[in-house]
């Protein structure tokens, strides 16, 4: 194991230990009742311990133990730092992990570089002059890009995210988890994801920018989240039509892929601006500095892709678009890393 690792583990075991002892913030989220199960701590259940937290920093702000204390107890930065290397240590596949541990250098150079690939190759795929000169019409997208390109590119980013994913799942599985999952603990789980309970700080909310109570991160992240599933829904739906119904883009403005479309890019905007905005000011002390470069670079990938898709849809009819289109596709291919 690296050194850093180590030092890691070892500060997210001495800060679990203390609280063990302590128990004050049972309340607050999942991390506490989970850690009164065990008297000591392996490196699987610190593991899972440090994937539970979400991160709301009500128990840094509780703590009579965080710093200045001797004590120096702050687990959501203890807790961030380990989940980054347990992001590394179950990524699939293996060499590409070390691109976590500079993540937002790595996010900011692909989708730079992806973007420039997708202009260069509609650029010399398609009759000269297409970038610069309006389509429109039945299938005016797919002039730019052609369909095949389009679909075909998408698929296999989609299937590398899925496949990465469901490897990464089952590896964390196979370190932390236990013999028996029941349907119960699914349904509470997946209904905890998409309330984010978790982001509730035991009922008042997070602790967002300071020690002062707010829902504004959950809101945030709530609008981010639909906001991307609207837009998968969004193309989802225009696959049907293009594909089985034989109906091509573009699609009328009160059309389900566009009203789907525009409340997901509205979506990912609001939560986006407003997750960036948070990071601006919220008070630094608990967070994990070393990670902000990464966080803020998955934000910026969004923010681009949801900002050019508006862009291409409202400026679809005028020479803009296949420009607006082609930066919408790039960060849509570039890998990202949580
Ligand atoms: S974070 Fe502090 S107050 Fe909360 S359980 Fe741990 S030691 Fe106790
Ligand atoms: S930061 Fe929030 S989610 Fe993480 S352990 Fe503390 S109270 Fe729980």
Redesign the pocket.
Known sequence: MHETDAAILTEANRVMEICNACRY?EG?????PAMTLHRSFAEADLNH?AN?????????Y?CQYAPPHPFGVN??QA?ALLRDETYRRYAWPAPLARLFERNGTVVSLVTALVVTAVLLLTAGLTAPGTLVHAAVGARAFYRVIPWAVMAGVATLALGYAVLAMTIGAVRYWRQCGSAQVTTAAILRGVHDAFTLR??G??GQG?NDKDESFSTTRRLLHHAMAYGFLACFAATCTAAFAADILGWPAPYPWFSLPVILGTLGGLGLLVGTSGLFGLKLVTDPT?LARRLLGGDIALLVLLWLTAASGMLALGWRQTSAMPLLLAIHLGPQESPHFP
């Open positions: 913030c607050y989220c999942a991390v506490f311990l539970l937290c979400h991160n709301c920093k009500a128990c840094y509780a687990v959501p807790f978790n982001l700080g035991g997070c608990p």
